[in-house]
């Protein structure tokens, strides 16, 4: 993935989830590599991450979705460090939960009252068993947490 938008805005901008495999850091596309191990924690008490994700996901496939962060904050929220986040996909008593670092060489922080958005792809065990799902996102290190449901088919 690439980014589609490159200019903050009150809407904001997608830029990729993850750095690219054999980057310095280590972080990782699709589960390919871990993710460093620790986690970052830096003033996202003003941040609320929102989901957008498909309504249905296949067992076996992928979920496409993006992850916009909205400063609700009068000052900016700096991305470096870059943080560290969490994915999980709960059906049943089910989860896959994934930890990447997430990529911003192109966002050094969210601009005050404005929103930054990332896409995120996550694989869908072939062992899931179709039904009601639940799509949690987090960074590491804090409450800034969000979530959507899906039905997996």
């Known amino acids: 993935m690439g980014i589609l938008v490159a200019s903050p805005s009150p809407v904001g901008f997608l830029v990729p989830s993850c750095e690219t495999p054999g980057s310095p850091s280590g972080a990782y596309i699709g589960g ?15 941040v609320q991450p929102i ?11 992928e979920i496409s979705y993006t992850v916009t962060l909205a400063n ?6 700096p991305l ?18 994934r930890k990447y670092r997430l990529n911003c060489d192109t966002v050094s ?10 896409a995120m792809v996550l ?6 068993r179709s039904g009601p799902a639940r799509l949690t996102w987090g ?4 409450k800034t947490t969000g979530g959507t449901d899906l039905v997996v088919r």
């Open 51 to 61: 989901l957008r994700a498909p309504h249905t996901v296949s067992a076996g496939g």
């Open 32 to 46: 390919l590599f871990p993710a460093p191990p620790g986690s970052l924690a830096f003033p996202l008490s003003l």
């Open 80 to 97: 470096n460090p870059c943080p560290t986040y969490s994915e999980e996909l709960s059906v049943s008593s089910v989860h896959v939960t």
């Open 109 to 118: 922080s969210i601009p005050p009252h404005s929103s930054v958005t990332f």
């Open 123 to 128: 694989r869908v065990p072939h062992s899931f």
């Open 72 to 77: 609700l904050a009068d000052q900016p929220v």
């Open 139 to 142: 960074v590491l290190g804090t």
